[in-house]
């Protein structure tokens, strides 16, 4: 069976509570991602998304707002010694498309829904679903 640090991404990008929403916005358009992890003290304290940026900062017009402002603080993390089973039943039951990946404590990367179906060859081929 199949576990998280196989198909997980290992270079998890992060970014400070203290930055700028404008600043995460050109990270996540730099490396192309959907999401960043919020990290204080190299501990993983939540997670901006690309529906944050649309629903909190355009929709609300909040564009200096901080990280800490909006971030999603009930972050869900999976040990990356966890199977992909593990992991989809875990965002299937808190509604997400991304876990931070731990080992131990320690952030050491990211796994999507986009991953896990691509891993299990959902829908037939590995291009059929793209989510961000």
Do not use: C, W
């Amino acid at each position: 069976m199949k576990k998280v640090k196989d198909v997980m991404t290992p270079y998890v990008r992060t970014i400070g509570p203290e930055a700028t929403m404008d600043e995460a916005a050109k990270l996540m358009k730099k490396f192309r991602i959907g999401s960043l992890v919020v990290v204080e003290n190299d501990k993983p304290v939540g997670i901006i998304t690309e529906r944050d940026l649309a629903y909190k900062i355009v929709a609300e017009r909040k564009q200096n707002a901080k990280v800490k402002e909006i971030m999603s603080r009930d972050l869900k993390t999976i040990e990356k010694e966890k199977t992909l089973v593990e992991a989809a039943k875990l965002m299937a039951a808190h509604v997400i498309r991304r876990l931070p990946v731990m080992d131990k404590g320690k952030l050491v990367g990211i796994i999507t829904l986009e991953d896990i179906m691509k891993a299990e060859k959902v829908g037939g081929e590995a291009g059929a679903y793209s989510f961000t």
